[in-house]
């Protein structure tokens, strides 16, 4: 069965420090792969996905992923995190099935 | 553009009422999904839907039901609540691609729900 681990439940940065939130996957057929954000009481927001391509996938705030078959893994990264990008990320996997979610890291960002 | 809407967004039952949560999506979408989000449990699915007229269970879909009587619309129905599903319940939908069951889900902005 397809599952997604994410092994960092909580992280702190401080601002302006490089992140990498870490994403592993277990699916049987072609991953699709997403990274999503949520801010505080608000729902979902798609950051990038992967479907095929190149590996190295660029999405929205200045996020970027790399998709490696080999470890797989999925794992998300920014050069410099804003106190603005605090929120909650999961990792997500599908396909030829409804996505599987991981259980999320919350980012804490300080001065 | 509206998305994906859900109805209600905050709602307290009693332990064994009935109620029905509505997502309701304007983008023409084939897949609709109902997910609920527990502390440290990340998202699971409750049961989802293919097309209009269709439903499949999920991960936890005991103790719900749904239905998918248009398109659009996609209910989620608890008959007698309990406790242990307070929870917040999202609805997802995406379009369809072929060899694909999803390219991107949308999601609403949730339904808070306690059970006393």
């Known amino acids: 069965a397809q599952s997604v681990t994410q092994p960092d439940i909580h992280i702190t940065v401080s601002e302006g420090a490089s992140l990498e939130l870490r994403c592993n996957y277990s699916y049987g057929a072609t991953p699709y792969l997403f990274w999503y954000v949520q801010s505080p009481g608000q729902g979902l927001q798609l950051l990038l996905k992967y479907f095929s391509g190149d590996t190295l996938v660029q999405g929205i705030k200045g996020f970027e992923a790399e998709f490696k078959r080999s470890q797989s893994s999925f794992n998300l990264r920014k050069p410099s995190v804003h106190w603005s990008d605090a929120a909650e990320y999961f990792c997500a996997v599908g396909g030829n099935t409804p996505l599987v979610f991981g259980k999320g890291t919350r980012l804490s960002v300080i001065a | 553009n509206a998305g994906v809407t859900q109805t209600p967004k905050f709602r307290v039952l009693k332990t064994g009422q009935s109620m029905t949560l509505l997502c309701a999506q304007d983008?023409?979408?084939?897949?609709m999904y109902w997910y609920r989000q527990d502390p440290g449990m990340g998202l699971r699915l409750i049961h989802y839907s293919v097309g209009e007229g269709t439903t499949a269970k999920g991960e936890v879909p005991d103790g719900y039901n749904v239905s998918r009587l248009k398109k659009q619309n996609f209910l989620l129905g608890l008959e007698s609540a309990a406790p242990s599903q307070t929870s917040v319940y999202f609805c997802?939908?995406?379009?369809?691609?072929?060899?694909?069951?999803?390219?991107?889900?949308?999601f609403g902005q949730g339904t808070r729900l306690t059970v006393v």
């Open positions: 997802a939908s995406s379009y369809a691609k072929t060899g694909t069951m999803n390219t991107e889900a949308f």
């Open positions: 983008m023409n979408h084939e897949y």
